[in-house]
């Protein structure tokens, strides 16, 4: 026990961070939207729709939502209702249909407090200081506090895997886009200790399944 004790505080000191994993949270919630999106509350209801595909129903983000947050941050969101949580790892399929293009992307929401105050993942396919990039709103434009070097993220037409982990105690931010085991982005950020989490996309469109999302549930956001 002594050695592993040791062993870990040696990682630490390399910078090295240890994997949170999913199985050591409950499970908070899941969604495969087979019975409709009631748990969810988007900022425009009328871009968002369950959609019947070869797969299932979807959850689909299919229209730019007809929403103006109060500063620089992404239009399309669906917010989980009535789920606070801490600690949490967030999983999905996701399918970006939109074009091709730079900015390509899909948002994940999380630390969420109110319309000025979040962070949100931008997986974006070419990184740059606005997309590609963990971010944080805080009562001002969104502002990348991303660690890492981001590569972006290479979006086909296809389902892909997403993962957010979010550890409280050291701030640590970590996305992954198909390869679950080693994360594209990685941030620390302490500002937002708990908060609602949510699907979306800054300015494009995008289908959701197999949501799934473990972690510490907080009562009353506090």
Known sequence: MLRLVLSIAMLACFGYVLP???ADLPLVFEDNFENGADNWQPTDAKAWKVNVTDQGKVYEQFKMSNYKPPH????????????VVGDFVLTSRVKSTTR???HRDVCIIFGYQDPAHFYYAHMGKKADPY???IMIVNDAPRKMITKNESPGVPWTDDWHSVKIVRRVADGTIEVYFDNMEKPIMIAEDKTFASGR???GSFDDTAQWDQVELRGQ???NGK
């Open 72 to 83: 620089r941050s992404p239009f399309n969101i669906s917010l989980l209702k009535d789920v």
């Open 217 to 219: 549930k907080v009562d």
């Open 20 to 22: 949170a994993i999913a």
């Open 131 to 133: 997309a590609g990039q």
């Open 100 to 102: 091709d293009y730079g």
């Open 197 to 199: 989490i949510g699907l």
